[in-house]
Nanobody, 119 residues
Framework: VQLQAFGGGLVQPGGSLRLSCVASGSIFSRPVMAWYRRSPGKQRELVATITTGGSPDYADSVKGRFTISRDNAKNTGYLQMNSLKPEDTAVYSC??????????????WGQGTLVTVSS
């Protein structure tokens, strides 16, 4: 299964973007969807996770501004990003797997999409 992240772009501070993580096949068997980001010069950061049947979890830096969701019928996950700040600028990527915190070799990873927040 291949994953691809879409929806990045240039947005002004305070604006919104919706990222999509589209899978080429079923992701139903993998209960966890996670979004990460990597800014220049920084380590990869876990932004949000959602587990089928569970509650979403967010990094403190995005809590209250970002919303993660998934639609198994469409094999797609989403990251709604509101009130964007310049420090949200990063390449965002997605993962589907089994553990919210610890990727495994059986997980699927998607290529990233660049989000730039700038006036």
């Amino acid at each position: 299964v291949q994953l691809q992240a879409f929806g990045g772009g240039l947005v002004q501070p305070g604006g919104s973007l919706r990222l999509s993580c589209v899978a080429s096949g079923s992701i139903f068997s993998r209960p966890v969807m996670a979004w990460y980001r990597r800014s220049p010069g920084k380590q990869r950061e876990l932004v949000a996770t959602i587990t089928t049947g569970g509650s979403p979890d967010y990094a403190d830096s995005v809590k209250g501004r970002f919303t993660i969701s998934r639609d198994n019928a469409k094999n797609t996950g989403y990251l709604q990003m509101n009130s964007l700040k310049p420090e949200d600028t990063a390449v965002y990527s997605c993962r589907v797997g089994f553990d919210p915190r610890a990727p495994t070799l059986a997980d699927y990873w998607g290529q990233g999409t660049l989000v730039t927040v700038s006036s």
